[in-house]
């Protein structure tokens, strides 16, 4: 069941004024279930199942340059996956229990249009017809048919394939696992990270559509505030995803960030939009902006 929610107007601004906007947080009240697009925002479990490939000492935190659905400010092909950049020989782990259907390189055209896109890859199935994939690895430690449990290591990191430096390629997708189409944000199924100084962080999950209720395509800032204060401690950039990528709910989402609160912006259309929301450790916040 959603939790209570503190929440803020959105508004709508002419495009000229630029000067930040001190919050007005109200609350309003929270309706079960949560709607949002009835009030601004919502907060619930989401469905965090999996543990991320990456453990620590080594780097467990997705490459914030080049996210899910984006295309690195059109630098690169869409993105159906996110990456975790570590060192050549890092351990790779299973992210849930599940059956290893496929271990090897891709040098058929199965998960991918193209032929060794994966380099060696592994997949693996889990409960709820949900498929993990780990790709560009330079060893692999499992077979096809293989039980393995979460957390069980599976390969190492490597740039085998069509790879750009030594990094883990990680996807989820859900259904027909050789739909490349098939996936899903990562980050709205990876349970969030904790730090060595123990910060807690939440996940945003934003819908930016039209009355038509079509997703648009927007550049977002995401701005923290101290809970107390009218200062901005720290400013986000994402981009929506590319518009054959956007066939969910939402067309935006961001992992591990720190609890508290927040302003989403936008300009569309000759129009700033704006929405204050709140984010609480391990829960989902979903966000959905209307615009015209």
């Not at 570590?86 to 229990?97: E, L, W």
């Not at 123990?198 to 995401?222: C, F, P, V, W």
Request: aromatic letters at 10%; hydrophobic letters at 35%; glycine letters at 8%.
């Amino acid at each position: 069941m959603p939790e209570p929610t503190a929440t803020s107007v959105s508004i709508i601004l002419p495009a000229l004024a630029n000067t930040p906007i001190p919050p007005t947080s109200t609350v309003a009240p929270t309706q079960i279930p949560c709607d949002p697009r009835v009030v601004d925002y919502c907060i619930t479990d989401g469905h965090f199942i999996l543990q991320r490939p990456i453990q620590p000492p080594n780097n467990d935190s997705v490459d914030g340059t080049y996210r899910y659905a984006s295309t690195a400010n059109g630098t690169r092909d869409p993105h159906h996956g996110v990456e975790f950049l570590n060192k050549y020989g890092t351990p790779v782990h299973a992210a849930a229990d599940g059956v290893v259907v496929f271990a090897g390189p891709d040098d058929e055209a199965i998960y991918s249009p193209w032929k060794n896109f994966y380099g060696n890859v592994v997949v693996i199935h889990h409960a709820d017809d949900l498929f993990t994939l780990y790709a560009h690895l330079s060893k692999i430690d499992v077979y096809q048919g293989d039980d393995v449990t979460v957390g069980a290591k599976i390969g190492e990191v490597g740039q085998s394939g069509v790879a750009t430096g030594s990094h883990l390629h990680f996807e989820v997708r859900r259904g027909n696992v050789e739909d490349y189409f098939s996936t899903q944000n990562p980050e709205l199924w990876l349970v969030p990270e904790r730090d060595e100084r123990r910060l807690q962080y939440g996940t945003l999950m934003i819908s930016i559509e039209d009355e038509n209720l079509k997703h648009q395509y927007a550049g977002l800032t995401i701005t923290r505030y101290p809970r107390f204060l009218d200062t901005p401690e720290k400013t986000y950039y994402l981009e929506t995803y590319i518009n054959e990528m956007a066939t969910g709910e939402e067309n935006a989402a961001m992992g591990n960030l720190p609890a508290g609160r927040y302003r989403i912006a936008l300009k569309l259309n000759g129009h700033l939009y704006e929405r204050w929301v709140e984010l609480r450790s391990d829960k989902l916040t979903q966000v959905v902006i209307v615009v015209k």
